[in-house]
């Protein structure tokens, strides 16, 4: 084989390989991003218009509640910990909101995250004199349920479980705006 032959040889050898390389990385950028049925599914941020995820857990007297318990009522639903400055800064207008519609068809389900559980959050409740319902998730298995990115998030599900609000923050609950807004929910025929 001489020099002129050797050439084209070494040019095709390189294509070939920038080829390969680059099939390579398609295939594995597809894997990567494919579902392969694993246990742990990608969080998805839940939005409104959408059915609510349902979930169950235990309160602080270790009930079980899940949140299709509650169909029929307007529900709160907060995700908290007692380590939140933001969480802990709207908790006192929480319960404001709850006292004001507590006996219709509304219901607050606030879901501490604490990793130590009852013993974090069953003190801060009575230090705090908040009497709504507060359920214990210390694995966190809300967070990807419904892609909680951080504490707090709250989401206002109507009387059908269907998601009408997200919020992300801490806010005021306890204004004029916020109890006519759950008023008119709580109001609304559910059919």
């Not at 319902?133 to 989401?155: H, K, W």
């Not at 998601?163 to 806010?171: A, D, N, S, Y």
């Amino acid at each position: 084989m001489n020099a002129g032959e050797a050439q084209p040889r070494k040019n095709i050898q390189l294509v070939l390989t920038i080829l390969f390389v680059l099939i390579a990385s398609v295939v594995l950028i597809v894997f990567l991003r494919e579902d392969r049925g694993s246990t742990i599914k990608t969080a998805r941020p839940i939005q409104p218009g959408v059915q609510a995820p349902d979930f169950t857990f235990p309160d602080l007297n270790g009930r079980e509640v899940s949140l299709s318990d509650h169909r029929g009522k307007v529900v709160l639903v907060n995700i908290w910990a007692t380590w939140c400055p933001p969480c802990r800064q709207e908790m006192p207008s929480m319960q404001r909101l709850y006292e004001k519609f507590k006996g219709e068809n509304f219901e607050i389900l606030a879901i501490g995250i604490d990793s130590e559980g009852r013993e974090a959050v069953a003190p801060f409740m009575r230090k705090m004199s908040l009497t709504f319902p507060a359920l214990l998730d210390p694995g966190e298995t809300i967070r990807p349920l419904y892609g909680i990115t951080g504490v707090p998030e709250s989401f206002i599900i109507d009387k059908k479980g269907i998601v009408v609000e997200k919020i992300i923050g801490p806010i005021n609950w306890a204004t004029p705006e916020v109890f006519l807004f759950f008023k008119d929910l709580i109001d609304k025929p559910s059919s």
